[in-house]
């Protein structure tokens, strides 16, 4: 069963940055392209940015040039450097793989991200 722990997240001023983490067990990570989604309160979930296996990189216009998406397949961990981060980015963040792709893994808990000052 594939398991997916999201961390990093916390409360930052608008202008800061944060370092999201997404480690993924149970399945073959290097062999699937993955992604990033984002929820905030009443909204459907969101994707935001995805990597390929070779790694080629996608993003949502509003997050594109702030937001870079990597990954360590030896760790079998998924990043998210947030940089330059808004109000508007305040959501819970989570990783499951690109759509399109394999079916979605059960959804982690998510990493909140809260941004104000």
């Known amino acids: 069963q594939v398991q997916v722990k999201e961390s990093g997240g916390a409360l930052v001023q608008p202008g800061g940055s944060l370092r999201l983490s997404c480690s993924v067990s149970?399945?073959?990570?290097?062999?699937?392209?993955v992604a990033w989604y984002r929820q905030t309160a009443g909204m459907a979930r969101e994707l935001i940015a995805g990597i390929t296996v070779g790694y080629t990189t996608t993003y949502k216009d509003s997050v594109q040039e702030r937001f870079i998406i990597t990954r360590d397949n030896a760790r079998n961990t998924l990043y998210l450097q947030m940089n330059s981060l808004k109000p508007e980015d305040t959501a819970v963040y989570y990783c499951?793989?690109?759509?399109?792709?394999?079916?979605?893994?059960?959804w982690g808990q998510g990493t909140r991200v809260i941004v104000s000052s």
């Open positions: 149970g399945t073959r990570f290097k062999q699937l392209p």
């Open positions: 499951n793989v690109a759509p399109d792709s394999v079916p979605l893994w059960s």
